[in-house]
């Protein structure tokens, strides 16, 4: 999984579980000072 804003890459991570096939949910933990808005994600290719 890689994170970016404004088209710039700002982290990644890596785990089995987030390739896993069946996954239909993704769930964010963020603190009480961020605002996220307009989130997509998609397979990349």
């Given at each position: 999984?890689?994170?970016?804003?404004?088209g710039?890459?700002?982290?990644?991570?890596?785990?089995?579980?987030?390739?896993?096939?069946?996954?239909?949910v993704?769930?964010?933990?963020v603190?009480?000072?961020v605002?996220?808005?307009?989130?997509?994600?998609?397979?990349?290719?």
């Open positions: 999984m890689t994170a970016s804003v404004d710039k890459e700002i982290g990644s991570f890596s785990s089995p579980g987030i390739a896993h096939e069946s996954k239909q993704l769930r964010l933990l603190s009480n000072k605002t996220l808005d307009d989130v997509k994600y998609y397979r990349k290719k």
